[in-house]
């Protein structure tokens, strides 16, 4: 892969991970502050119904303390007032305050009036059994026994949640003593949510706690919610989300789920801009790649690209003197010089080495590993031999010295070092006229050019140098030993001389010797003899 390619690939990897993290980041950074919006905005909505519910609350506590502070009712309760229900209880007045029922309890707990009233027509119902039942079975809810005493809250109907408050009958003084308590229910019925939904803004529903036709999502949240009125929001879907409460009665007991839900309008618009935001990311981080991808090109590939083509072109033209101009003062400028003072010194390592390599004396051909020839120099006595550069050495030299340069080869390969070899080769020092008896030309060559080891002109000794250029091919060295072996023979006759020598003379010496011993004998025996003829 070209650097470019590499770079290109490199600045889109970083840039879509960049992309990738900013959008992630931004993205759950946003949607988890709207999501915290909607929460607020749930519970909001959650207090404002609560409010709601805690205004009506006091409103119909005002209204139950407005018709219990009466004379009219307290002379009903002591039984002086039969008509009461009839003349005073207006029942258009109490549906326009949207009262559902009214009874008055004494303080032993017996009921002495109900009183029906259906919201919005004014119309009294006959009260049923149930609702008798329901004020009798909580009167001890209800009931008030002291002047200041009084309650109010919420409370499970037999016709649903609702509102109810109690207080004392007293007269319009608000004195007692106290015989009986008022009771007033308001209804939390559709009529009333409708009213409550036009007051807070708020679209809300109302369950039974106790109910068993209770939605899903709230069957199973019923047990979760908390008594102290914690809201608990959940996605409804993509588009809505929904907050839960609990509202309890007076008995602190669970009474009522409140379920509000409202639109995800923050949020959708929030994950459109996010949209657009990744859009806008993808362009810029597009932009900015093209821009970076371009700006490397121009002031480091390119740049890297003239460099390696003026190298390759000072290559294939195999001048050895060409340098690389690059004007500047930057890393690749420093680059080009650095190059320049290579190829100085290769240049000078070269010229050297070819000083040294045309001084020796010797025959150098360099194969390939095919055995094929790329290159060489000749020297006596190889002057003539006919070879060129894509030859192999099969043609230029006989089976016999290939049998004797095979192994060369292998052993200097599994050694990884030269092998040497020595043998005779048959090169005439004669003119250059054809045997054709023999089939080898007076040179030394064979008629076609191959070196052979069978001519019977003068011999020549060749030492053989083979070095493994692993699999470059191979470097053949081939020196002429014959002068040395002549020198060699020469030395070794003279030494044979100089033993012939000093073996004569060390043999006169010897003999020289001997006669000595014996003239001295000769001469002692002399003496003895005139000493006796004396005496």
Known sequence: MKVRHKIILTSTICVALAVMIIYILAYNILLFGLTQVEDSRIANNV??????????????????????????????????????????LSADTLSK???HSVAVLKNNGTVLMVMKIVNGSGTVLPPDDYLYLFYKDNAHKFIQHDERNYSKGLLMTPDGSGLFSSRPVLTGNGTGPVYATMVMVELMDDYW???????????????????????????GLKEKLPKDGTVIVKNVDENTVAGY?????????PNTLIKIWVDREIYLKGKTAMLYFLVSLIIIGVIFSALAIYLVDVFLIRPLSEIKNKVISNREKKDMAARIDYAGDDELSSFAKSMNDALDSIEKMNEEKQAIFYVNPDTFIRTSSSG????????????????????????????????????????????????????????????????????????????????????????SYIELRVVSMKDKGHVMILRDMTERNRIELELLEKNKDLERFNKFATDRELRMIDLKKENDALKKENDLFKKDTAS
């Open 372 to 459: 094929e020839i790329i290159d060489y120099k000749l020297n006596k006595p190889f002057k003539d031999m006919n070879i060129s550069i894509g030859k192999l050495i099969t043609d230029i030299f006989s089976a016999e010295v290939i049998e004797k340069i095979i192994p060369a080869f292998l052993e200097s390969e599994k050694n990884d070092a030269p092998a040497t070899l020595e043998f005779p080769m048959i090169i005439s020092n004669a003119s250059s006229v054809s045997n054709a008896s023999s089939g080898i030309s007076s040179s030394g060559f064979s008629s076609s050019g191959i070196l052979d080891m069978k001519s019977e002109n003068s011999r």
């Open 245 to 253: 409460a609990l509202l309890t009665d007076s008995d602190n007991k």
């Open 193 to 219: 949510i409708q009213h409550m939904a036009l007051r807070t803004g708020v679209k809300a529903t109302f369950y039974d706690y106790d109910s068993g036709s209770m939605p899903i999502d709230l069957s």
């Open 47 to 88: 207090g404002l119904v609560e409010q709601a519910v805690t205004e009506d609350a006091i409103s119909l506590d005002s209204i139950c303390k407005d018709y219990s502070m009466w004379d009219d009712a307290y002379s009903y309760v002591k039984g002086e007032k039969d008509n009461y229900a009839d003349v005073d």
């Open 97 to 99: 305050l949207n009262i």
